[in-house]
């Protein structure tokens, strides 16, 4: 009986650490598309930059 118990004990301590892992690895993927979005708006930001950068210049340069 004490031997089943354990096994029992055990197999629950794996399920809920299997659901944890589960829960960790969506969280982490979601974390990962979070972190690609802000790199796509930094990349645009720079972008946006490099234009502003330049019409400026041109500007300086028409005065």
């Known amino acids: ?19 944890r892992l589960s829960q960790e690895q969506k969280q982490n993927e979601s974390l990962h598309r979070s972190i690609a979005e802000l790199h796509n708006q930094l990349d645009e930001s720079t972008m946006e930059k ?12 028409a005065l």
């Open 50 to 61: 490099e234009v502003l950068e330049r019409e400026t210049d041109l500007l300086k340069d």
């Open 1 to 19: 009986m004490n031997v089943a118990s354990e096994i029992i004990r055990l197999h629950e301590m794996y399920q809920t650490l299997e659901l």
